[in-house]
C-alpha cells in the first residue's frame, strides 16, 4: 500500500503542474486586468501598480516568479484585498465551504444510501418506483433551480430558514439540503443498482436457503459489495460538492472559498484563482487516493498494483 500511495503521489506532480500552467496562461489571456475592472485607472497609477506586484515583467518571468513562490508555500498576494494573502482567505474561507460540503455530503448519503437499499430490496414494487422516480427528478433539476425554490417555499413564504447569511444553524438547512439532494439522486441510483446485482449471486441465494432473514441478508452479505459503485462514486462526488459549492454560495450568500472564487474570476484575481484552483486539484486527488484504497478495503479480489 505504501508503495502504491507513493507512486500515485509522484504522479501527482506532472499532473498539478500541468493544471498550474494552463491555469496561469489562460487567466492571463482573458481580457481585462486585475485593476481594470471595477474603473478607469490613470496611466501612471497602473504602471505603478503592475511594477509593484510584478505585472511589467515578461510573462515567462512572472510564472517563474510564481512556481518558485509556490514551491515555498507562498500562494502570493491578492489583487483585490492589497493587505491579504491568498494564504490568508483560503485560510479564512475554506473551513465554511468544507462545512458546507460536509452537511451536504451527510444530505446525500442519508438520503440516497436508503433510498437506493429500499428500493433493491423491493425491486419492482411501488417502493422502488417511488425511489426511482426521486432519482430521476433529482438528477433532472439543478441546484441553480432548486435552490431558489427552497429558498421562496421555506425562506420567504414560510419564514422557517434564512435564505442568506452563515451565522447560525438554521442557516445551513437551506444550502446543504440544496447541494445534498442533487447527489443523493445519483447515490440513490448507484446503490440500487449494486444491491441489485450483489442481491442475485449465488452466495446470496446460499444464505437465503439456510434460512437468513432478509435484513440479515441485505445488511450482512450484500451491503459491502453493493456499495463498491457508491464508493468509487465519493471522490468525485465530494469533489463536485466542493465544487457545486460556487453556485450555493452565491446563491445563499454564504462567505465561503467557492464565492471568493466566483468574485475573483470577475475582478482578475490572479493569483486568487490560480490558488484556488491548485487547492481543489489537490483535494480532488488525495480523495479518489482515499477512495481507491477504501475500494481495496471493500472488494479483497483488487490488488493496489
Given at each position: 500500500m505504501l508503495r502504491f500511495i507513493a507512486r500515485r503521489l509522484l504522479e501527482t506532480i506532472p499532473v498539478l503542474?500541468?493544471?498550474?500552467?494552463?491555469?496561469?496562461f489562460m487567466i492571463r489571456f482573458v481580457p481585462g486586468g486585475p485593476f481594470t475592472a471595477e474603473k478607469a485607472v490613470p496611466p501612471d497609477v497602473l504602471r505603478n501598480l503592475e511594477a509593484h506586484y510584478g505585472l511589467d515583467r515578461p510573462l515567462y518571468r512572472q510564472y517563474l516568479d510564481y512556481v518558485g513562490s509556490l514551491l515555498c508555500g507562498d500562494l502570493g498576494p491578492s489583487f483585490k484585498y492589497p493587505n491579504r494573502t491568498v494564504n490568508e482567505i483560503i485560510g479564512d474561507t475554506l473551513p465554511v465551504s468544507l462545512e458546507l460540503g460536509g452537511w451536504a455530503l451527510l444530505v446525500a448519503l442519508g438520503v440516497g444510501l436508503p433510498l437506493g437499499i429500499l428500493a433493491a430490496a423491493r425491486h419492482n414494487r411501488v417502493l422502488d418506483h417511488l425511489c426511482s422516480s426521486f432519482g430521476l427528478v433529482g438528477i433532472?433539476?439543478?441546484?441553480?433551480?432548486?435552490?431558489?425554490?427552497?429558498?421562496?417555499?421555506?425562506?420567504?413564504?414560510?419564514?422557517?430558514?434564512?435564505?442568506?447569511?452563515?451565522?447560525?444553524?438554521?442557516?445551513r438547512v437551506l444550502p446543504a439540503i440544496t447541494l445534498g439532494l442533487f447527489y443523493a439522486a445519483y447515490v440513490m441510483r448507484l446503490a440500487r443498482g449494486g444491491m441489485l446485482e450483489v442481491l442475485h449471486q449465488d452466495y446470496i441465494r446460499t444464505a437465503r436457503a439456510k434460512g437468513a432473514s432478509?435484513?440479515?441478508v441485505i445488511f450482512r452479505h450484500a451491503l459491502r459489495g453493493g456499495l463498491l459503485p457508491v464508493v468509487s462514486f465519493l471522490g468525485p462526488a465530494i469533489a463536485g460538492?466542493?465544487?457545486?459549492?460556487?453556485?450555493?454560495?452565491?446563491?445563499?450568500?454564504?462567505?465561503?472559498?467557492?464565492?471568493?472564487?466566483?468574485?475573483s474570476a470577475f475582478s482578475r484575481d490572479y493569483t486568487l484563482v490560480l490558488g484556488?484552483?491548485?487547492?481543489?486539484?489537490?483535494?480532488?486527488?488525495?480523495?479518489?487516493?482515499?477512495?481507491?484504497?477504501?475500494?481495496?478495503?471493500?472488494?479483497?479480489?483488487?490488488?493496489?498494483?
Open positions: 503542474l500541468i493544471i498550474i500552467t494552463a491555469t496561469f433532472c433539476v439543478p441546484t441553480f433551480v432548486l435552490g431558489p425554490l427552497l429558498a421562496l417555499a421555506f425562506g420567504i413564504y414560510l419564514r422557517w430558514f434564512n435564505v442568506s447569511g452563515w451565522y447560525g444553524p438554521s442557516d432478509e435484513a440479515r460538492i466542493l465544487t457545486g459549492s460556487f453556485v450555493i454560495e452565491t446563491i445563499f450568500q454564504i462567505p465561503g472559498l467557492g464565492r471568493q472564487f466566483v468574485n484556488t484552483v491548485l487547492l481543489y486539484a489537490v483535494l480532488l486527488v488525495a480523495l479518489n487516493l482515499v477512495v481507491d484504497i477504501v475500494q481495496v478495503w471493500l472488494n479483497p479480489k483488487l490488488k493496489f498494483e
